[in-house]
């Protein structure tokens, strides 16, 4: 029987008020040290392979799953998801694009590149808690996500 736990979520967010709303609201259901977050595409790949300067963590952990924004500055989210999805180790990570675009081409491309859910940032902090249960619901009580 296989014990359900917490999900360790990874979000790449460059706006700094999105990025301590959306923590927020992952922390009313999950414990603190389950969210981390990166500024940008560049630094989710540097946390994905432990590079500087993330290899001194002591708490460190390949995410669950990805929760990532697609317009970002140094690299942005589907340069990000690209590379992600062409890594053997990383492609097994469901990545959940979490932005404010809503544009069918956005949609239609991050798809064909491998996302697993795309979820239009919602306008209030109580849609953002709503979107965080069902995220916590889903990803952690529902599906079995690879070890």
């Keep these: 029987m296989l014990v359900k736990r917490p999900i360790n979520i990874l979000i790449a967010e460059d706006d ?3 990025k301590l709303l959306i923590i927020k609201a992952f922390q009313r259901t ?3 040290e389950s969210v981390t977050c990166v500024a940008d595409g560049e630094a989710l790949l540097q946390y994905l392979n432990k590079a500087s300067p993330f290899d001194k963590m002591d708490n460190y ?3 669950d799953i990805i929760l990532l924004d697609l317009n970002m500055p140094k690299k942005d989210g589907r340069a990000a998801l690209a590379e992600i ?10 990545v959940i694009i979490f932005t ?5 081409d956005d949609i239609e491309i991050t798809y ?7 979820i239009t940032k919602p306008g209030s902090f109580e849609g953002l808690v709503k979107v965080a249960k069902e995220i916590e619901n889903y990803w952690s009580k529902t599906v079995m996500l690879p070890v």
């Excluded at 404010?100 to 069918?104: A, P, Y």
């Excluded at 064909?112 to 795309?118: A, D, H, Q, T, V």
């Design 16 to 18: 700094d008020d999105d």
């Design 61 to 63: 952990s390949i995410p």
């Design 112 to 118: 064909k590149m491998g996302s697993n859910s795309y």
């Design 30 to 32: 999950l414990p603190k």
């Design 100 to 104: 404010t675009s809503n544009l069918k």
């Design 85 to 94: 999805k062409s890594h053997d180790e990383f492609k097994k990570i469901p």
